[in-house]
């Protein structure tokens, strides 16, 4: 257990922050399967662009305590007023973020982009910090390029100017999701801070989540896009840490059950037919890894599952209403559980 300001995180697991991934619904789900904190999408600074359905909808701050919101933008004045916003509106965690490598965010000089301005950096913080009597995490990259790796420097200027907790994606701007994430960097974070340290970057497993802790001494994993399509993984690194045991996989039916929750709640969330849209890359997701643990049992079909997988995803995609994507989701499960009762 951690804390973040006055908040207990009971699990050293966290939902990484992701554009278009981490709405309400998901969040709330990944919550429930074992996540000690999770946190919004990013919502931009300036609040003349909150009147968008879009951030409409990712202003909403209806999550188990507490509720943890994710700012960008790259002016402290505009930064410090839309967090005093979004405590107003609930939140009880401001999240900066100083890590997304995204060209449309670094562009507008924000995201990871900041990282080249230390002086930036700490005006901004200062400034967000000052604003609200919340608490204020930050969210960075070792650096912005391989040459020029300054996270030390940043986490620093980070816990002198008040931020409570800060999560380090092992990669620079410049790296992207590009190439394996490196931990020495955060070690080193860990080491010259007493703030909480998040490790980020590449955790899919139980296995990695224990050796990054292990490897770098941090507090906690935030998990990204492992947690795409298999939210289960939250509560089998908690079982794995705490037991040194591996979790049992989610059958076909807890499979069918959680799936049909999710898509249910964001057809509530975002209404039937833009819920129904949304549902289509969840889905994806979690048929991805389907589709992988029916090869490893399988292995000579290899062809015919990636085949069957393949185009029930192409039939599902072409999909408008909810009820018939209840309907092909319960004909799919119901086909894969026969095929691995045959497979048994």
Aim: a positive charge; charged letters at 25%.
């Amino acid at each position: 257990m951690f804390k973040i300001g006055t908040w207990a995180i009971a699990n050293p697991t966290i939902l990484a922050p992701m554009a278009g991934v981490t709405d309400l619904p998901f969040r709330q789900l990944c919550k429930k399967l074992g996540a000690g904190l999770v946190v919004s999408e990013m919502v931009t600074a300036d609040s003349k662009l909150w009147h968008t359905r879009k951030s409409q909808q990712r202003l909403k701050h209806d999550d188990d305590e507490p509720r943890s919101i994710q700012l960008a933008g790259n002016d402290p004045r505009v930064m410090a007023e839309a967090a005093r916003a979004n405590v107003d509106l609930g939140a009880q965690i401001i999240d900066i973020n100083m890590g997304c490598p995204a060209k449309k965010v670094c562009k507008k000089a924000a995201g990871s982009a900041l990282l080249k301005d230390e002086g930036l950096v700490r005006e901004i913080l200062t400034s967000v910090v000052n604003a609200v009597d919340v608490p204020v995490t930050l969210k960075i990259r070792t650096g912005w390029d391989r040459d020029n790796r300054n996270g030390v420097t940043i986490a620093k200027i980070a816990q002198d100017t008040g931020i409570q907790a800060l999560a380090v994606h092992g990669r620079t701007r410049a790296c992207a999701f590009k190439g394996e994430a490196e931990y020495n960097t955060i070690a080193n974070i860990v080491k010259a801070v007493t703030i909480p340290v998040f490790a980020n970057g590449d955790i899919d497993s139980p296995e990695k989540a224990h050796q990054v802790l292990e490897l770098t001494g941090a507090n906690a994993v935030m998990i990204g896009r492992a947690a795409q399509g298999n939210p289960w993984l939250f509560r089998e690194i908690n079982h794995f840490l705490e037991t040194g045991e591996k979790l049992a996989k989610p059958t076909p039916l807890e499979i069918e059950k959680v799936l049909s929750s999710h898509i249910r709640s964001l057809h509530n969330f975002y209404g039937e037919l833009m819920g129904a849209r949304i549902a289509r890359k969840h889905v994806a997701w979690y048929l991805q890894n389907q589709e992988k643990i029916a090869n490893s049992h399988t292995p000579q079909q290899t062809t015919a599952n990636s085949d069957y997988h393949r185009s029930f995803r192409q039939t599902f995609n072409r999909i408008e209403s909810a009820q018939e994507q209840y309907s092909a989701l319960a004909t799919y499960f119901e086909i894969l559980a026969t095929s691995e009762d045959k497979a048994a």
